[in-house]
């Protein structure tokens, strides 16, 4: 069982550039989840989605793009990057919104914008 | 503002040593809480939820305080691999179903 998916697990970029994290769960989870971690520093939510073709913005959006075509794929769009962008980009799903239900994340994505 | 406050540490403990960390929380409709531990470079992954009445897991308590809103966890018997960062989680209800994390407190557990 593979869980949540991220790739790729290293990227850099210049800034300007575009590119796509992709994140995939085969645990039929209808929630899924983008976190950002700087150093030190706690998960900010970027987006979330509570099922296929419905997304909403979290407490981090700016400079975010997602979209949920599918139960499984959860794509993470950034369009023109930024150095404040730089980051450790984490994707996660769970079965619930509600209750004492776990969150799953996947290894994450480090991004490096230069 | 929904926050969820931890004292980052480090802490350094050696292997044998009870620990304990607190985490505070600022808003009062927080419905389930959670530690969660992370590893260097790893993500993080689900060490217990915490129920009202406090729970157990082997060498792990966790207890929470609804009215003061704050979260315990106590590890005893501290093992080399308990070094790890601890985050303090509370998720609040409706469909957003967001998790609100703490910031993390680093635990490191010498021979």
């Known amino acids: 069982n593979a869980g949540v998916t991220q790739t790729p697990k290293f990227r850099i970029l210049k800034i300007g550039q575009s590119m796509t994290l992709q994140c995939t769960q085969d645990?039929?989870?209808?929630?899924m989840y983008w976190y950002r971690q700087d150093p030190g520093m706690g998960l900010k939510l970027i987006y979330y989605?509570?099922?296929?073709?419905?997304?909403d913005k979290g407490e981090v959006p700016n400079g975010y793009n997602v979209s949920r075509s599918t139960t499984e794929d959860f794509p993470l769009r950034l369009e023109l990057a930024a150095p404040s962008q730089t980051s450790v980009y984490f994707c996660a799903s769970s079965y619930s919104a509600t209750g004492a239900t776990e969150a799953f994340f996947g290894q994450g994505t480090r991004l490096t914008v230069v | 503002r929904k926050e969820v406050e931890q004292d980052p540490g480090p802490f350094n403990v050696p292997e044998g040593a009870t620990v304990a960390f607190n985490c505070t929380y600022s808003n009062s409709a927080s419905q389930s809480f959670f530690w969660y531990r992370q590893d260097c470079r790893k993500e993080p992954k689900l060490l217990m939820s915490?129920?009202?009445s406090g729970n157990e897991d082997g060498r792990f308590t966790a207890q929470l305080n609804r009215a003061s809103q704050y979260i315990s966890l106590l590890i005893r018997d501290s093992k080399l691999s308990d070094s790890a960062t601890y985050l303090c989680v509370v998720k609040y209800g409706g469909s957003q179903g967001n998790l609100i994390f703490g910031k993390g407190t680093k635990l490191s557990v010498k021979p």
């Open positions: 989605s509570v099922g296929a073709g419905i997304t």
């Open positions: 915490v129920y009202s």
């Open positions: 645990m039929n989870h209808n929630y």
